[in-house]
């Protein structure tokens, strides 16, 4: 059974950065479609970005933080990673890690909730203007 622990979360300025972690344990972030969610208060959980299995090496960005945020995956440490930049008050969410198993496919390009097996309980991020 995977088990995602997400950390990293916090209060910042707009304009200011912080970096997302999910470390995962009995689940190889390596050989799995991966992504970040968000959730504000009273939305949808909407994606954030998504990741391919290695080999294919495709990422996908929803509209809103293109070009501010960066996802990535860190073999040796097993853990995936959502670097955020230029944050912005809209941004200010929970912030969710989601697994899948094998490669993304149809997964990258839906940006569904229930494409995913396993979830983090979450981490904070609060954007103060």
């Known amino acids: 059974q995977a088990q995602l622990v997400e950390s990293g979360g916090g209060s910042v300025q707009a304009g200011g950065s912080l970096r997302l972690s999910c470390a995962a344990s009995?689940?190889?972030?390596?050989?799995?479609?991966m992504g970040w969610f968000r959730q504000a208060p009273g939305k949808e959980r909407e994606a954030v970005a998504i990741?391919?299995?290695?080999?294919?090496?495709?990422?996908a960005y929803a509209d809103s933080v293109k070009g501010r945020f960066n996802i990535s995956k860190d073999h040796a440490k097993n853990t995936l990673y959502l670097q955020m930049n230029s944050l912005k008050p809209e941004d200010t969410a929970m912030y969710y890690c989601?697994?899948?198993?094998?490669?993304?496919?149809?997964?990258?390009?839906?940006?569904?909730?229930?494409?995913?097996?396993?979830w983090g309980e979450g981490t904070q991020v609060t954007v103060t203007s």
């Open positions: 009995g689940y190889t972030v390596s050989r799995n479609c």
């Open positions: 990741t391919d299995i290695d080999i294919d090496d495709t990422t």
């Open positions: 989601a697994a899948g198993v094998g490669n993304c496919g149809v997964r990258m390009f839906r940006h569904r909730r229930d494409d995913f097996d396993y």
